[in-house]
């Protein structure tokens, strides 16, 4: 399967998962929060996001966000090294977030039958039991471990909690792949280097001197799964439970997360990126455009500070 093909499957995989839910365009970071959500949700979606992160591993990460529609940037195509097997690619992801460890052939009848003491014991933790092709695949993992509905909210808060532990996506001066990127291909001649539609929203001091670096994020809707929320089961349970709806509308009436309670679930960022010339300084700063058309500040997006 060449490069377009695969582009095209990716394509086909994702518009489906859309149709049903629409946190697939709201929920960042993508691979990290948004594929183990999707998983949880539905297990039976395993099998093609399999295909996504096949995709993944064969073409540029890139290519695959932008065709979803996570990136607006025109990428080039670029091929990498022969894809592995659905197998390999969801061994790794699941052993990622869910512990997943590949069962080998003389320990199914084991296991099994351990399954079936769990059971009785009341052990909800434990799955119900399967055949022993089903136990040693990790394309049929998930719907087993997630077997309990009771269990699996938890389950799939820990695994972001920790999986999202050291993520900087909503960071405003992380040096992202996109920065480093331009920040090559730009001469230290321009001094306030701009991007927008793309990625979120960043304001970072070039390595050359008064040489800056703005983005103005994506102007899309947003989730960001805070510490707050991935700390908290009861918080996370209501989030879930409105990820599960498939509604915009129950995703839009959580409004009250946070410390303060006046949080929403989805934000919205219209980032506008400003450069002012104030009492013959110059300098650069993103603004966030309020619905009276005024300008507000980005606390410490200023560069060259003042």
Known sequence: MGPQCRYSLVIDVMNEIKRDYPIVDLLKPEVEAAVPTLLTLNPSRLRAISKILRVAAYLSRDVVLKTVGFLSAEKEMLEGPEPISEEEVMAEFLGNYFEYEAVEPKDAD???SDAYD???R???DIAQPMD???FLGPLDYLPAIFNSEK???EKLRKALKKNLENDYSFTLTHEDDLFHKMDKEMGTEV???ITGHSHLERA???SAPDCYYFNSGTWI???QLTEEILESPEEFARVYEAFKSGSVQQLDEINDLGPNRNHSLVMLRPTVVSIVEKDGETYGELNLAQSDGSLEPVDNTQLPGR
């Open 110 to 112: 084991t296991l099994i």
């Open 118 to 120: 769990a059971i009785e």
């Open 122 to 124: 009341g052990d909800e």
């Open 132 to 134: 022993e092709a089903e």
């Open 151 to 153: 269990r699996k909210v």
């Open 191 to 193: 001094n306030y280097l």
């Open 204 to 206: 970072i001091a070039r």
């Open 221 to 223: 809707r947003l989730i």
